[in-house]
């Protein structure tokens, strides 16, 4: 009865909508501009108001645009209450205009929806192999004395924004682990199918975002995924068990493709989960799923405040938005300022290179070795396995994703960046758990310096045509886990590092920080690699180390230019006498001048720079472009 009523109080209503918009046209009336989801961005809680003080601010912030109470109350959707100052409204864009000119705001920005697409054993393995080990007892898997000297990752807490988790699976047992760590203050959120018995010692938190996405689409529709943590996707299943995923005997995919031992990066490693990616309405199942910015956003925000040291976000887009624009880069620099390690994939179909510095460098990009589509123009920083990924699935899901198939499985195989970013979490979970000091900056740093540029037949990484890959396809390599762990020197950064970096970008983000008058070039942000967008000229930049291997230890300088530029580094000799010390160095680039030699304006050229004390290589990519 209520139903039908609201039908034709709706049916009412939009012939009232419809005679009104065809007459005020006839007359030229405004129409009324429609409503989109916008995240307002404040910078980061002072800690001195309360949950309620924030939330009147955020409604009095929209009521000075909305006009009354109940309609600010009405239109507001995230009130973001943590680390993150800001919250998400349905707003017309006059409304987001308005509030961007307000006092206090930093930036007001449309909640993009982000999509994830379908793009363990084995992978493991395949570590081992590149980093040269045999499984013998003289030549032990080195991933395995990693695994050893990281406890497993017993102690680290990773967190996971995807499609939610199977939790029946074998992957996400329990059984033998140690108490939950006391550090550890998160939920395990009930809903459909889903109660706090599902969460256990090694699934520590599940929580889910639907907020934006039922602003969005409407209510979620129960055949089509579960309104709780609960994974009916597959996606979320399979990253999390390939971050963290307990070892699992005679596991295979469907006719028993890859039959062997399904497992983790980090079998011991604690889950958390943050669902926040749903079905798209009318969509197949096999096109992806799609995250709202500010549903990740919330669950970025929980994340810090939960306790979680990693985050793992395998969640793509075919936009590239300015930092003060996009959900993902803001959330991570808090993370980053916490030194949370933020590992993202890097979609499968980026921008064009001049782009590249729009990938924030307070998140780890990870690119794929896979077979089809990584021409990827984006500069990843890192590559990780990405092909033909065995993990645990969701059993409410076929493991084509197709309607008409009905298998139902445990394990499945899947590629793709999605199937990277987790291997690369996995890593830092591991390097946390050995280097539990070490910064966000020094774990990437760790990871990029020892990658290779061979695949594990030993010869260099191809794109798919066969011709020789770019750090633009690569960024530093393929990461070798186990080399990371040792690395000898680390490029550092700090969060002010960061905000000098946005300074000099002609970004702000952190309002309680003052841009110095004249901040540090951009290209002085103390990277592991290179990156020189249209080179005019010369150009000098400072890099800093850090020594984290023998305190007392020598390195010296090898590199290679850039075909059509002149490199100059010095000093070419490093000597360390402690442990924490750090070292300057200065690389200058200048372009050709003969007119032979000189590089075609816009195109990149690549080449390297590399430490060594005859035990330990710290290697650099160059990418240049010229003017
Ligand atoms: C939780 O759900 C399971 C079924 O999945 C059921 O066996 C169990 O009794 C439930 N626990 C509680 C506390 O409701
Ligand atoms: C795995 O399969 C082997 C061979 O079929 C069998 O001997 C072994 O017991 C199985 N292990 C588990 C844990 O199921
Ligand atoms: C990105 O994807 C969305 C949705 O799939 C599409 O509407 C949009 O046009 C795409 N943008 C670009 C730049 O390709
Ligand atoms: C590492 O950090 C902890 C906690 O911040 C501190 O107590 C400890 O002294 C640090 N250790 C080193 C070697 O810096």
Not at 32 to 55: A, W
Not at 147 to 168: C, F, N, Q, R, T
Not at 222 to 245: F, L, M, Q
Request: one cysteine or more; glycine letters at 8%.
């Amino acid at each position: 009865m209520k139903n039908q009523s609201s039908n034709i109080f709706w049916l009412l209503l939009l012939i009232l909508h419809l005679s009104a918009s065809s007459s005020s046209s006839a007359q030229h009336h405004e129409q009324p501009q429609p409503r989109q989801v916008y995240i307002v961005y404040f910078g980061e809680h002072s800690g001195e108001k309360t949950t309620h003080e924030i939330e009147d601010d955020h409604h009095s912030y929209l009521f000075s645009v909305k006009g009354s109470k109940e309609e600010a109350k009405a239109s507001l959707i995230y009130s973001y209450k943590n680390v993150v100052n800001g919250f998400s409204a349905l707003l017309t864009q006059d409304e987001a205009s308005k509030l961007s000119e307000m006092k206090g705001v930093v930036s007001v920005f449309r909640s993009h929806p982000k999509k994830h697409r379908l793009h363990t054993t084995r992978s493991w393995d395949f570590i081992s192999l590149l980093e040269g080990g045999n499984g013998e007892a003289n030549h032990p898997y080195p991933y395995e004395e990693l695994l050893h000297k990281a406890s497993y990752g017993k102690d680290v807490i990773v967190g996971m924004i995807d499609s939610g988790i199977w939790p029946e699976s074998q992957s996400f047992s329990d059984e033998g682990m140690e108490p939950i760590p006391k550090s550890w203050k998160g939920k395990c959120q009930t809903g459909v199918a889903f109660n706090k018995s599902h969460c256990n010692r090694k699934l520590i938190g599940a929580r889910y975002y639907i907020k934006s996405y039922e602003a969005t689409f409407g209510r979620l529709n129960n055949a089509e995924d579960y309104r709780s943590p609960r994974d009916k996707d597959g996606h979320g299943t399979h990253t999390t068990s390939i971050v963290g995923g307990r070892r699992v005997m005679n596991a295979s995919a469907i006719g028993g493709f890859a039959y062997g031992t399904a497992s983790g990066g980090a079998p011991l490693v604690r889950l958390a989960i943050y669902k926040a990616c749903w079905p798209i309405p009318g969509q197949p199942k096999s096109d992806g799923n799609t995250c709202q910015e500010d549903d990740m956003l919330a669950a970025i925000d929980d994340a810090i405040a939960d306790g979680v040291q990693v985050l793992s976000i395998s969640i793509g887009t075919n936009q590239s938005n300015p930092y003060t624009q996009d959900g993902i880069a803001i959330g991570a620099l808090h993370a980053a300022k916490r030194n949370i390690v933020v590992a993202c994939s890097a979609g499968n179909s980026g921008p064009t290179p001049s782009t590249v510095t729009n990938v924030a460098p307070w998140i780890i990009t990870v690119a794929a070795i896979i077979n089809f589509d990584t021409w990827l123009y984006w500069q990843p920083d890192i590559t990780a396995p990405g092909l033909n990924i065995l993990a645990a699935w969701s059993e409410a899901i076929s493991p084509t994703q197709l309607d008409v198939d009905h298998r139902v499985v445990n394990y499945n195989l899947q590629s793709g960046t999605s199937m990277a970013c987790p291997h690369v979490a996995a890593v830092s979970a591991l390097l946390k758990a050995i280097h539990p000091n070490w910064s966000s900056a020094a774990i990437r740093s760790a990871l990029m310096t020892t990658a290779t540029l061979n695949n594990n037949m030993g010869t260099p990484i191809t794109d798919t045509a066969g011709n020789l890959a770019t750090p633009f396809h690569y960024g530093s390599g393929h990461f070798q886990p186990a080399n990371a762990a040792d690395p000898g020197l680390v490029y550092d950064a700090t969060y002010t590092d960061y905000l000098l970096f946005l300074c000099s970008t002609g970004y702000h983000l952190d309002p309680s920080f003052k841009c110095p008058k004249h901040p540090p070039s951009p290209s002085n942000l103390n990277y592991p690699s290179l990156a020189i967008a249209k080179l005019k000229r010369t150009i000098t930049v400072k890099r800093t180390v850090t020594n984290v291997g023998a305190s007392k230890s020598v390195y010296s300088l090898t590199f290679k230019p850039p075909i059509g530029f002149s490199v100059e580094i010095s000093p070419t000799i490093l000597s360390f006498s402690e442990v924490g010390e750090k070292r300057n160095f200065f690389i200058t680039v200048k372009e050709e001048s003969r007119q032979k030699t000189k590089p075609k304006a816009g195109q990149y050229a690549f080449g390297w720079y590399m430490w060594s004390d005859g035990i330990h290589i710290v290697r650099s990519p160059i990418a240049v472009s010229s003017a």
